[in-house]
């Protein structure tokens, strides 16, 4: 992956220090652990699993993500016994750039030269591969490509475009002591258990 602002090239694999070599220290914020629990701290695996999915896991040694010019990239670790290797990388429109109504555009988030964040949610849906969505069904809040590794999603359907992509690497199959499922729990985990209730 290209990171923006010509940073470099991102590959799942890397180590943490790898990650960090590539990005601009004063783009980089680091995250304290709170309202998350490490993959020790669940009592269930299926639990870890869903909150390394939804970017709630907290990961020591990924705590860290940076905004380069408009995006906001996240990063984490694999499952069980990769944790040290990329395996998730999180892309989200950065505050400064969800805020403003003008001024710079975000910076294209192009999946096969398709902006994910500059077209209507539908319009990217229906040139995805295995996609099938009801064009007179409710509008999706998230939907994944497990055969792309990749998992769009927004706030609210009400959006017209999607707002958050997750791509998986191959370190991502380390959860198959949890389950077979690529882009959601397929053995519905709750990340929110030990948290939340």
């Known amino acids: 992956m290209e ?69 906001v990239l996240g990063f984490g670790g694999g499952g069980p016994g990769v944790t040290d290797r990329l395996a998730r990388v999180e892309i989200q429109a950065g505050n400064q750039a969800r805020t403003q109504a003008e001024g710079p555009e975000v910076t294209p988030v192009a999946w096969d030269d398709i902006d994910l964040f500059g077209y209507p949610a539908a319009e990217i849906v229906a040139v995805l591969p295995g996609v099938t969505a009801s064009p007179a069904g409710p509008p999706l809040a998230e939907m994944a490509v497990d055969e792309l590794g990749l998992r769009l999603s927004r706030a609210t359907p009400t959006v017209e475009r999607w707002e958050r992509v997750t791509l998986l690497g191959p370190g991502s199959g380390s959860w198959g002591a949890c389950c077979a499922g690529g882009l959601v729990c397929a053995e519905q985990g709750d990340g929110l258990v030990g948290i939340m209730y």
């Open 3 to 71: 990171l923006p602002g010509g940073a470099g090239l991102l590959k799942f694999g890397m180590t943490p220090g790898e990650v960090l070599e590539l990005l601009p220290p004063d783009r980089v914020t680091h995250h304290r652990q709170c309202m998350g629990l490490t993959l020790d701290q669940y009592a269930e695996l299926r639990h870890a699993h869903d909150a390394w999915l939804g970017g709630l896991l907290f990961e020591p040694d990924w705590n860290f993500d940076a905004e380069l010019d408009g995006v």
